[in-house]
């Protein structure tokens, strides 16, 4: 479907056209008709499918082609997890109000909270907001709720996960006119906590969903490399880095120490990197993306604060020198890659420490992978449970179960395991009635002591990017 066929507003129809875009993907052709008609929405979509524009143009339509609901407070509220995805929106909004009598504010933690009421007191038309910063000027009445026509929710899941759930139905009850449009975005609807939250806020919504979550991205080429130690990890980062295939690269490690280490090593190789962290200043990330999304480094060493709501063209090549804790960390991850149909590279280095991690994304996309070999730089290890054609397979056994068995020094219970030998027979000696009992984590390596939740009221924090 084409742009020019929407009944949309036409400085809408002349930005697109500026931008050279001509056809709507997928997500755009099926959620902008519903939102134009007045429907809420509730949205399942990769990343870098298009979704921005998705709601940003049948926002801008609407508030072009129709009388404000109030005079007083903002017309649309966008909801972002984190920082760095606030800053991408509002860019883009930023284009489409260009020339119009619209006004646009972004409000996010992190920044002068007064220099942020004087903003608002201008009434700007739409806010983009992080939930935690705009929760505290809810609390401080920086302005009125009460005529909101729209409310977006963009990585609604996202926000669930770092603990806004009260802070967005906050919102949904302060923002309560009876006219009010909402859309929620979010990387999957089938999660508890997103159902939950769709039932709390929307009226009878459009439930579209564009392929899962957890589908293989059709831009974006997979890569993995068995390894053998951390040595042997640079050594192959120290190859892909050296070729001259790709544009500029990001790099994801799982900690800040490695980010700086890296990224001085590969500048004194001449090789322009930069580090990023979500332990820096808002002021100095700011800075570092900017000077990465200006071309001045190829190689961005980070932490998973950058896994998402950032939207760079140039880059062509996503390494996971530390595979992510969580699988769906792993698809955001790679999606900053292959974006707005460009072809994309991912390589994921799985070390023993990996392997648990990794066969937990195995279990989500259900699929068979090939690891691949370089020349020269052959390893050892051929993972805890593959298989002798070095084939992995998410079929069958749950994968992640017996991952964690395998880490654990557990047998499997298979006819593989059980002609290697009897096994030891557990001791029957209990531990005594005032034992404290060990509890181990989901990797199945430390013991933790168990402890009593507790109760925390929730107050603002500053980490509404805090995604690590």
């Known amino acids: 479907m084409r742009f020019a066929e929407l009944t949309m507003h036409k400085r809408l129809k002349e930005a697109m056209a500026h931008l050279d875009y001509t056809e709507m993907t997928e997500v755009q052709a099926q959620t902008i008709p519903y939102a134009l008609i007045g429907r809420d929405l509730a949205v399942a979509s990769k990343t870098g499918s298009g979704k921005t524009l998705a709601y940003l143009l049948p926002l801008m339509h609407r508030l072009l082609t129709s009388r404000a609901l109030s005079t007083r407070g903002p017309r649309a509220l966008i909801l972002a997890p984190t920082r760095e995805l606030a800053k991408q929106v509002y860019a883009q909004l930023r284009f489409l109000v260009a020339g119009t009598q619209v006004h646009c504010s972004l409000v996010l933690g992190g920044e002068n909270f007064n220099d942020q009421i004087k903003a608002l ?126 544009q500029q690269a990001i790099v994801f490690l799982a900690t800040r120490e490695d980010t700086e280490r890296l990224a001085k090593q590969y500048s004194e190789l001449n090789i322009p990197a930069l580090a990023l962290s979500g332990d820096m200043k808002q002021a100095q990330r700011n800075q570092v993306i900017d000077q990465f999304s200006r071309g001045h480094a190829k190689v961005l060493f980070t932490t998973d604060v950058a896994a998402r709501g950032l939207d760079l063209l140039h880059v062509s090549l996503v390494v996971n020198f530390d595979m992510p804790k969580l699988p769906e960390e792993y698809i955001h991850r790679i999606g900053r890659t292959g974006r707005a149909g460009n072809q994309g590279n991912a390589v994921s280095l799985i070390s023993p420490k990996d392997w648990v991690s990794f066969q937990g994304l195995m279990a989500l996309q259900r699929r068979e992978v090939t690891f691949t070999v370089i020349p020269g730089l052959e390893g050892r290890f051929k993972g805890v449970l593959a298989q002798k054609n070095t084939k992995f397979s998410g079929k069958g056994a749950h994968p992640l179960e017996e991952a964690k068995a395998a880490a654990q020094g557990k047998r499997s219970f298979n006819k593989n395991t059980a002609a290697k030998g009897p096994v030891r027979k557990e001791s029957k000696n209990r531990p005594g009635r005032n034992a404290t009992p060990n509890v181990g984590d989901t990797d199945g390596f430390a013991p933790l002591r168990k402890k009593a939740p507790a109760e925390v009221a929730y107050v603002e924090r500053d980490t509404d990017n805090e995604v690590e």
């Open 121 to 246: 007191r201008k009434t700007p038309e739409i806010l983009v907001a992080t939930p935690g910063r705009l929760l505290n000027h809810l609390t401080a009445r920086s302005f009125l709720f009460d005529g909101v026509e729209i409310l977006v929710l963009d990585e609604a899941d996202r926000m669930l996960d770092l603990g806004f759930a009260d802070a967005l139905k906050a919102i949904h009850s302060a923002a309560s006119h009876r006219l009010r449009q909402t859309w929620l975005f979010s990387a999957t609807l089938n999660n508890q906590s997103v159902e939950m939250l769709s039932g709390y806020i929307l009226k009878a919504p459009q439930s579209i969903s564009i392929g899962e979550m957890h589908a293989i991205h059709a831009d974006i080429n997979e890569v993995f490399h068995l390894c053998d130690h951390l040595d042997h990890k640079q050594a192959l980062l120290k190859h892909l880095l050296s070729q001259p295939d790709y």
